[in-house]
């Protein structure tokens, strides 16, 4: 190959590269988040209390975590609904567009924890925690070694979620058990004093978004609510990569690319042509 071929070639191959490097544009990366709250409530003078909420969110950049993952008791303030217990909240939003939560109240020295592919687990600790229903001389507390709920969700509007309550019961005259894995809307009659939902689930920004509550206390008497382990993950997006040049630019650039070949085929043909000797 002569030099001149050479450049030609060089000049041929720079500008296919820069159409290819174009045509790629940047890489796609998926947006997710997920948040976790150990309890809210409403109290019977209409105020709220709340552990907050641990949440995490990546908009396929970076990822950014807020809340208190392990709030005091105290955090609720006076109440005397939750009067056993440690609140712990977690959650995770990772690039590839998966997000995980989970939720619990546990006993003394326990916790939450999630695994790279996004299962929860829970430690119960020691103590157990209670949930007052009714005081007085005979109280009905809703009793567990631990009540904890967890959810999942990814780019593709898979979402996963359930809730756990270990060894629980309503402490009445006659106990009430309670499910360790209650199936979604699982609804609960204290007679006389609470309705329990246990794994309530709804989807907060539709499908491919889940919040799933592991208890849900309505008393029957006044406007009292306890929400304890929420989790909630999505609604997660996966994103389309933006061409780095519009429409007008790629014209552009096939035009050069194009033309830079038909350059290069007419001087080719225009070489030979002049070397061909007329027959006599």
Known sequence: MTSLHRR???VLAAATTALVVLCAGPAAADTSAASATAASLVLANGSAASSGSFSASHDGQTGTTTGNSAPALSVLGSQTLITSGALVQKAVALADGTSAACAALVG????????????????PGTGGVSVRLVGGLTPVDVLADS????????????????SSLANARVSTAVAIGLPSSPAPGTSVSVPGVATLLLGGQTQPQGAGSVRVSALYVSLLTGTV?????????GLNVATV???????????LVSAAVLGVWGYLVARVVRRRTRGVVPAR
């Open 8 to 10: 030609r070639a060089g």
């Open 147 to 162: 009540i904890s709920s967890r959810c999942t969700a990814t780019s593709a509007g898979v979402t996963t979620a359930g």
């Open 108 to 123: 003394s020295g326990g916790g939450v924890s999630i695994g790279s592919d996004g299962t929860c687990t829970v430690t």
């Open 241 to 251: 990569p933006v061409p780095a040049l519009p429409l007008s630019g790629w014209t």
């Open 225 to 233: 609510r306890v929400d304890v382990a929420s989790s909630t993950c």
